[in-house]
């Protein structure tokens, strides 16, 4: 009898540590947590960029040049207290810009130090006619920036968190600002 209570204890322990994973479509918004999360960075994202080619102000720069603007995304600084993947965030925003077919998106950063160390590496094993050419990338007329802030209020077992991206693209020339936008993500996450 001992040995059965014990085999009826060890097949209850084991059966109460297993793990299901099921699967879910990733355009579902899940929030476990109530920390900015895939969905938050999706959306937000998605907004801004259609609110950014959408804007009177970028359409106006578009029309007072000769070419599709080509776009560079620079950095984008979390001043959260909050672990926020920037590259992750800015990956979204430039597929929400190359996807929209207003603008050209341009390598940044080691992307681009990567592509510049394979036409080093062409230069000398490639063949003549088809080897990249140095002088033939195309150069951004616009940079993208933004940040994240956020700001907490709590009360009891309640909290309130509102979270603001802030974008900024400039004129790669002038300096000047063409667009401004902010989008915000407010959360209420009871204990």
Same mark, same amino acid.
Not at 147 to 161: F, G, L, N
């Given at each position: ?28 918004? !899940?929030?476990? /947590? =109530?920390?900015?999360? %895939? ?6 994202? &998605? ?57 050209? !998106?341009?390598? /940044? =950063?080691?992307?681009? %130090? ?6 080093? &590496? ?70």
């Amino acid at each position: 009898m001992a040995s059965h209570m014990r085999m009826l204890l060890l097949v209850m322990l084991l059966t109460s540590c297993a793990r299901t994973v099921t699967r879910i479509d990733p355009g579902q918004q !899940v929030d476990l /947590s =109530g920390r900015w999360n %895939d969905s938050d960075s999706r959306q937000i994202a &998605d907004r801004m960029v259609n609110d950014l080619l959408n804007s009177e102000k970028f359409k106006e720069y578009c029309k007072s040049h000769t070419r599709k603007p080509a776009i560079i995304v620079g950095t984008f600084r979390n001043k959260t207290s909050e672990h926020i993947d920037a590259a992750n965030f800015i990956k979204k925003i430039e597929l929400a810009v190359y996807n929209s077919g207003v603008a050209d !998106v341009v390598e /940044s =950063g080691d992307f681009r %130090d990567k592509i510049r160390l394979e036409r080093i &590496d062409q230069q000398d094993f490639a063949s003549p006619k088809t080897v990249a050419k140095w002088g033939e990338e195309t150069g951004a007329n616009l940079m993208l920036l933004g940040e994240m802030t956020s700001e907490t209020d709590i009360y009891k077992k309640q909290r309130v968190v509102n979270y603001t991206a802030t974008l900024f693209l400039t004129d790669m020339e002038t300096n000047q600002r063409v667009w401004y936008g902010q989008q915000e993500i407010k959360k209420n996450i009871r204990n």
